[in-house]
T-cell receptor, first 114, second 112 residues
Framework: GAVVSQHPSRVICKSGTSVKIECRSL??????MFWYRQFPKKSLMLMAT?????????EQGVEKDKFLINHASLTLSTLTVTSAHPEDSSFYIC??????????FGSGTRLTVV | GESVGLHLPTLSVQEGDNSIINCAYS??????FIWYKQESGKGPQFIID?????DKRQGQRVTVLLNKTVKHLSLQIAATQPGDSAVYFC???????????FGKGTTLSVSS
């Protein structure tokens, strides 16, 4: 089946620094990837839709300058949290869409900003 | 799916019981629905899906029921096991190729 690798699984960074999270489709090409954010004991909230070779589409209320998304290839999308602050601490999850396998999710990244 | 502002409801069952987890969705145009299982610290794991032209679909130990009239989706787990303990989310999609929207989820606790 389809596998999506998300890295790192955990990261701790200092306030003001930037963190990059990678999402890779390992055995299929994903023209579309999605980024979600999840707070403790809450549901997944869609942040943005990422299409290969074009600018990401952000959901209302999501700051595109803070959450930079790059989808440079059919197998890789990255989410960069810029100038991170403690309120950015969260669980970030990516998902890749393929016509054969549907939606496949990564294992998530736990970001803690101190 | 519903607003994500509320805490997740919980369901506690004994091992061997059948579990029913419910979900209400808001978009009548949604035509594809998926149930996911999420264990602590992990990404969502696909359980079963259903399209709007069906009202029931069965998998191994799981059944999904769709009632489009009242916009309600349910997941039935037969002979629930401790390993089924997790958070369960329904997700909906109303246009091919667009993102899944998640419901608020239910925490299932199975005691042996």
């Amino acid at each position: 089946g389809a596998v999506v690798s998300q890295h790192p699984s955990r990261v701790i960074c200092k306030s003001g620094t930037s963190v990059k999270i990678e999402c890779r489709s390992l055995d299929f090409q994903a023209t579309t990837m999605f980024w979600y954010r999840q707070f403790p004991k809450k549901s997944l909230m869609l942040m943005a839709t990422s299409n290969e070779g074009s600018k990401a589409t952000y959901e209302q209320g999501v700051e595109k300058d803070k959450f930079l998304i790059n989808h440079a290839s059919l197998t890789l999308s990255t989410l960069t949290v810029t100038s991170a602050h403690p309120e950015d601490s969260s669980f970030y999850i990516c998902s890749a869409l393929d016509g054969s396998y549907g939606y496949t999710f990564g294992s998530g990244t736990r970001l803690t900003v101190v | 799916g519903e607003s994500v502002g509320l805490h997740l409801p919980t369901l506690s069952v004994q091992e061997g019981d059948n579990s029913i987890i419910n979900c209400a969705y808001s978009n009548s145009a949604s035509d594809y629905f998926i149930w996911y299982k999420q264990e602590s610290g992990k990404g969502p794991q696909f359980i079963i899906d259903i399209r709007s032209n069906m009202d029931k679909r069965q998998g191994q130990r799981v059944t999904v029921l769709l009632n489009k009239t009242v916009k309600h989706l349910s997941l039935q787990i037969a002979a629930t096991q401790p390993g089924d303990s997790a958070v369960y989310f329904c997700a909906e999609n109303n246009q091919a190729g667009t993102a899944l929207i998640f419901g608020k989820g239910t925490t299932l606790s199975v005691s042996s």
